[in-house]
């Protein structure tokens, strides 16, 4: 299986502002992305689809750049409460079903 | 809402025992997926199941087993526990392939 890659941060904000991730995959074949957040000790949760076009859930926006490989999430107005692990995901298409993690980006919001 | 359920959150073994984690998802997916998490390492892929007796190799399959008699339960058995097998242990499912995975609690497992 291909890589999925991220930068580990820690990425250090202060409350009210905006943070964009990135994430690569080396697989052309990809077919499905995600994001998923997961709080220290905890399960990873979904965060958000990403579709082609892109796609926006309130302070959250993702993007994918199937030309580049790479999918973006970017965060807006930071709360404290999104200082987490943030983990992308990608499926790939044919054979047996596999997603591949990266090994997650770490956002520090402050005060 | 996808339920995924694992047995325990917290579970304490003696090296050499042999260990049962449990899962169980109340959605009717065909995937389902055993992980390990460790710091700095990412979860890793221990074993998935596509269907009802069917078992895949992931990615660190070695000292563990896994079995699926039933659609809704797919158990990871570590066969002689041993203490680099202490770590935060993931159940998932998935129905189709284009789908996200749902993740259970965890189980934080340590061997003494």
């Known amino acids: 299986r291909k890589e999925v890659e991220q930068d580990p941060g820690p990425f250090n904000v202060p409350e009210g502002a905006t943070v964009a991730f990135n994430c690569t995959y080396s697989?052309?074949?990809?077919?499905?992305f995600f994001w998923y957040r997961q709080d220290c000790r905890k399960e990873p949760k979904l965060l958000m689809s990403?579709?082609?076009s892109g796609n926006e859930d309130g302070r959250f926006t993702a993007q994918l750049n199937r030309a580049s490989q790479y999918i973006s999430l970017l965060i807006r107005d930071s709360k404290l409460s999104d200082s987490a692990t943030y983990l992308c995901v990608v499926n790939s298409a044919g054979g047996s079903y596999i997603p591949t993690f990266g090994r997650g980006t770490s956002l520090i919001v402050h005060p | 809402d996808v339920k995924v359920t694992q047995s325990s959150r917290y579970l304490v073994k003696r090296t050499g025992e042999k260990v049962f984690l449990e899962c169980v998802q109340d959605?009717?997916?065909?995937?389902m997926f055993w992980y390990r998490q460790d710091p700095g390492l990412g979860l890793r892929l221990i074993y998935f199941s596509y269907d009802v007796k069917m078992k895949e190799k992931g990615d660190i399959p070695e000292g563990y087993s896994v079995s699926r008699e039933k659609k809704e339960r797919f158990s990871l058995i570590l066969e002689s526990a041993s203490t680099n097998q202490t770590s935060m242990y993931l159940c998932a499912t998935t129905g189709s392939g284009d789908q996200p995975q749902h993740f259970g609690d965890g189980t934080r497992l340590s061997i003494l």
């Open positions: 990403v579709y082609s």
């Open positions: 697989n052309s074949a990809s077919q499905s």
């Open positions: 959605m009717d997916h065909e995937n």
